[in-house]
C-alpha cells in the first residue's frame, strides 16, 4: 500500500478512475451539490475539524468534499473492514487538485480487505490531529459509532487508570480496542479525556450506532452532544429500504450470480432494511419469507403479501438467508448444518454477530476454502456446502458498492446539515440525542425532487389554516410515521 505520513490508502494510483466516478455521482448527488452552492461562500464549517468514520465509498467522497467545500478541515477512515472502495479512497487522498505523484487531498485512512488491528489504527490516525491544539478533532461524523466509542472507552479508562485485560462483549474485535487504549494510556494517560473536552458533537448515521448512543445518554455517559441522523425520515425511510432494494440484489449477484427467480429467501427482520430487502429479492421473482419478533413488523410482512414465518421451519428449504436486524445470533451454526447444499447466507445489518461466524468455524471437520475475496465455501462433513458472504458482514458494501448515490445524496445531505447544526449551534443542543428539526428533513427531500422530475402542489393558504400548518412547512406533527 501507499503510504506517506498522512494518510494510508491501497495504491494512490487508482485515484484517476476514483476521480471519474467521484464526478458521475456528484450529478447524482443533487442535495450535497447543492449545499455546496448554497453555503459555499458562508463557510459554515470554516475552524470545524471533523473526523469521519464512515464506508470510504464513491459518495462518501462527495461528502467529504462537500464538507472541505463548506469550509472544514477533514480526516477520514472506514466503518468497516471491507467497504472501502481502493479507488474512491485513492481520489479523496489525492483530491481535485493533486496528482497522485502530488497528493494535496484530505488524509484518509482506509483500503479493502484490513485486518481487525489495522482497522482500529486508521479510526486511531483519523482520531488523531497532528499540528492542532489538542490534537484531535472537534467533530465527530460516525457510522456504527466505532469513533464515538473508541473516544468513550478511552476517557472510561483513563478515568479508571487501567485498561481490563478482557471484554465479554466481542472478545475477538474487542481486544484490538483494549490494546489500543493499553497503549496510549501509557504515551498519554490523558490523550482520550483532553481529546473528548475539545468535540461539540458526533452525528450518527445508522440504526445500531443511534443505539449506542442512547445507551450512553441513559447510562450517563455521553461526553458531547449527538444527532441521530438515521432517525430523519428522508434518511432510514430512504437509504435503509431504497437503498438496500438496490444493493442487497448487487451483492449476491456479483458474490453468486445465482439466479434469484423461482428460489426461497428469508430475510430475517422486517424494519427498515428488512423491507427493502425483501421488495429486493420479490422483484427478481423470489419467494421471501419473512422473520421477526416485533408483531406489528409481522403483521405489516403478512400485509404486504410475505409468509412468516420461524427460521427453524424453512432452515432446511430455503436457498438464501439474509439477516437484517441489527441484533446478535440470529442464524447459528446449528441452523447452517441443517441448510441445504449451496444455500447462500449473508448479512447487511451493520455488525457481523447476526450470523455465528465463531460458531461455524469450530463445526468438527468443516472446511472452509475461498471462491474469491468475500465470497467463501464452508464444507460439512458430510460434503454439503454452504456459501458464505462477506465473512458475515455487511454483504452490500463487503460484495458491491454499497447504495449508489441518488439515495445517498439524501443521507449525507442530512449529515451534512447535522454537522452544520451542532458545529454553529451548540448553545441549543446539550449533551443529549436529538433528530434532525422537521423543517431540515422536508428541505433534503426538497433539493431531490427536480432531480426525479417530481412537481410538488403547492399549498393554498386557506388548506394550510385548515390542516394547521404553515403554507412552507414542517406538514407533519414529529410523530407521524410516514
Ligand atoms: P430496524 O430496527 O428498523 O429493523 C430491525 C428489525 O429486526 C426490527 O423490526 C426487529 O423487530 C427485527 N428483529 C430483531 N431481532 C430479531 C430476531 N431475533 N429475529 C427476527 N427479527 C428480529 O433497523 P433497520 O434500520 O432496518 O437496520 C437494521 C440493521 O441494518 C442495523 O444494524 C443498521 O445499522 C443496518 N443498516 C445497514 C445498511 C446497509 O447498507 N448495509 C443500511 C442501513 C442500516
Known sequence: STSTADFKV???????????EITLAEHEMPGLMSLREEYGTAQPLAGARVTGSLHMTVQTA????????????????????FSTQDHAAAAVAVGPDGTPDNPKGVPVFAWKGESLEEY???TEQALTWPNTPTGGPNMILDDGG????LLHKGVEFEKAGSVPATSPEDPEEYGYV??????????????????ASEIRGVTEETTTGVHRLYEMQQDGTLLFPAINVND????SKFDNKYGCRHSLVDGINRATDVLIGGKVAVICGYGDVGKGCAESLRGQGARVVITEIDPICALQAAMDGYQVATLDDV???????????????????????????QAIVGNIGHFDNEIDMAGLAKVPGIVKDEVKPQVHTW????????????????????????????????????????????FTKPEEYPIGVYVLPKHLDEKVARLHLDALGVRLTTLRPEQAAYIGVKVEGPYKSDHYRY
Open 146 to 149: 466505532d469513533a464515538t466509542l
Open 120 to 122: 482500529w489504527w486508521c
Open 10 to 20: 491501497a495504491d494512490l494510483s487508482l485515484a484517476v478512475f476514483g476521480r471519474k
Open 178 to 195: 483494549l490494546g489500543l487504549l493499553r497503549r496510549t494510556l501509557g504515551e498519554n494517560p490523558q490523550k482520550w479525556t483532553q481529546l
Open 62 to 81: 462527495v461528502l467529504i468534499e462537500t464538507l472541505v467545500a463548506l469550509g472544514a478541515e477533514v480526516r477520514w477512515a472506514s466503518c468497516n473492514i
Open 232 to 235: 430523519a425520515v428522508t434518511k
Open 315 to 341: 432452515v432446511e428449504t430455503a436457498d438464501i438467508f439474509v439477516t437484517t436486524t441489527g441484533n446478535r445470533d440470529i442464524i447459528m451454526a446449528a441452523d447452517m448444518t441443517r441448510m441445504k447444499h
Open 379 to 422: 464444507t460439512f462433513p458430510d460434503g454439503k456446502t454452504i456459501i458464505v458472504l462477506s465473512e458475515g458482514r455487511l454483504l452490500n458494501l463487503g460484495n458491491a458498492t454499497g447504495h449508489p448515490s441518488f439515495v445517498m445524496s439524501n443521507s449525507f445531505t442530512d449529515q451534512t446539515l447535522a454537522q452544520i447544526e451542532l
